[in-house]
């Protein structure tokens, strides 16, 4: 077939910068993005963008250099990343908690020409190594150079790094053209619209808040207001003064707003939708939330950074018949459960979710090997445990690493954490694998109560007694006052395992 030449592909790009300029030509005038006392509308936004476009490339990067983002919150850091898609430039987003140490690694491994920093971090981003540093909010200003035209949809828009919970963290390299096709699913999934108002607080350096929410969401013209942090008086308070009706947060957070004693103060009735995700739901507190927000509509939003990162949705009409579920694959993902064989598991058995899907990573920024194995058979492996019931619904059993192995019988932790979440007196539950002479690994249980509250190990145990096999009954509950997470909200198991690795630190509990 004839090529019809560059003018023709041009005419049918579609890049990030691309889906923007449509947006931004539709909505005009409208307000696309609040933050502090800034206002943006659409038209503001995509001016704003294309000047730091110019100025990035003016400075000396160019197509396809690596930008790392080291920053909290703002709407500078969000402009800068559409900046950086329409210089086609590779945007690199960084926990802005990591070390200079851990941020070096990630600047070496990517081959960083740059580091934007944010309020405060300029000394851990100078120290990192990389080529060149520059402050976030200095994208903001100075004489406006013309935007590049020269991007294409297939090329690499953003490298997402992985916790690294297994090894050292990996970089998924996320095209225009997957990002794009992901934003799709979320917005007929999600089911998003113009006239959304959601509220957004989780960190943007984390895929679900960027690329779930934020991103679809601007497309569909709703308007945002963004928070540096999601601080449980201030999300409340903000949802009750805008009359908010839309926000994404992973259990830990929901719990905190459920505990927080402004829940019950403030007026919540605009809240329409509850996003939640990045973490298993435990059952009890997702049907706490909706006994105290009665007209809440709730979406279960599961995926990987890998897969950009949306797989399947629950939707509102389908929590009462499967609450536990993560729903059904989204427009453009098709899921399987497997064997070690890559052979389909009957539905109601257990098997990794692997998936094919067009919003997949290319693979990981230099790491064949790794890359290979994530690839094998030609889908994407999860990491993850799940059943497939009859009607297609998927529930994730567990991380495949967090899978116990206890007297060689392997138990889902979720399993424990869901019984023992029943109890009136826990507040939060994480249950992992700790060190055991008989058992080689014992089901371990740290538990968080509720202000006021009392209870003890037997007490714990007897309660998970009724609703669990002896075999799954954790043999320690330790009581902490808080458990640890990092700044997009999700618990570290990982940091559990390591504070509770030893017989001495065990006996020290």
Not at 76 to 90: D, M, P, R
Not at 307 to 330: C, Y
Not at 372 to 393: I, K, L, P
Request: charged share 20%; glycine share 8%.
């Amino acid at each position: 077939m004839q090529d019809a030449g560059p003018a023709a592909r041009r005419a049918g790009r579609n890049t990030i910068g691309d889906a923007v300029g449509r947006a931004c030509a539709i909505y005009r005038d409208r307000v696309a993005l609040r933050f502090a006392d800034r206002v943006w509308t659409f038209r503001q936004l995509d001016a704003a963008t294309d000047a730091i476009a110019g100025r990035l490339i003016a400075a000396g990067l160019r197509r396809g250099d690596r930008v790392v983002a080291f920053g909290r919150n703002s709407d500078h850091y969000l402009l800068a990343w559409i900046g950086c898609c329409k210089a086609g430039l590779i945007h690199v987003p960084a926990n802005y908690a990591l070390s200079p140490g851990e941020l070096g690694y990630i600047v070496r491994q990517s081959g960083a020409a740059l580091v934007l920093h944010g309020e405060g971090l300029a000394v851990s981003a100078e120290t990192a190594g990389a080529a060149a540093v520059r402050s976030i909010a200095a994208l903001m200003q100075g004489e406006a150079a013309p935007a590049p035209d020269e991007v294409d949809d297939d090329d690499v828009a953003q490298i997402l790094y992985t916790s690294g919970t297994t090894g050292a963290p990996k970089g998924a390299m996320m095209t225009h053209r997957a990002l794009l096709s992901e934003y799709v699913s979320s917005i007929v999934a999600c089911e998003f619209s113009e006239a959304d108002r959601p509220l957004a607080a989780l960190p943007l350096y984390h895929s679900a808040q960027m690329h779930v929410f934020c991103m679809p969401q601007l497309l569909c013209g709703a308007d945002t207001l963004l928070l540096e942090a999601p601080a449980p008086a201030l999300c409340l308070e903000l949802i009750e003064r805008h009359r908010l009706n839309s926000f994404f947060a992973p259990p830990t957070v929901w719990i905190n707003l459920l505990r927080h004693p402004d829940f019950d103060r403030r007026d919540l009735s605009s809240l329409e939708r509850a996003y939640y995700g990045a973490a298993i739901m435990p059952v009890p507190v997702l049907q706490e939330l909706r006994q105290r927000l009665p007209g809440l509509l709730p979406f279960n939003c599961y995926g990987q950074s890998e897969v950009a990162p949306l797989a399947t949705v629950l939707k509102p009409g389908e929590h009462d018949a499967r609450p536990a579920s993560v729903g059904r694959p989204v427009l453009n993902v098709r899921t399987r459960l497997v064997d070690p064989d890559m052979r389909d598991v009957a539905p109601g058995e257990q098997g990794e979710i692997i998936h094919r899907t067009p919003h997949v990573m290319l693979g990981y920024w230099n790491m064949p090997e790794e890359t290979a194995q994530a690839f094998e058979g030609g889908w994407f492996h999860s990491g993850d445990v799940g059943v497939m019931d009859e009607a297609g619904y998927l529930f994730v059993v567990d991380r495949i690493k967090d899978v116990i192995n206890t007297g060689g019988v392997l138990v889902a932790s979720r399993e424990v954490e869901e019984a023992l979440f029943t109890h009136p007196a826990v507040s939060e539950v994480a249950v992992i694998a700790v060190p055991d002479p008989k058992w080689i690994e014992a089901i371990a249980a740290v538990v968080v109560l509720r202000p006021g509250e009392q209870a003890d190990e037997a007490g714990l145990i007897e309660h998970a007694r009724a609703r669990l096999a002896p075999f799954k009954l954790p043999k320690r509950v330790l009581f902490v006052d808080d458990l640890p997470r990092n700044t997009a909200g999700k618990l570290l198991k990982r940091e559990l395992r390591r504070r509770y690795s030893s017989d001495e630190a065990l006996l020290h509990a």
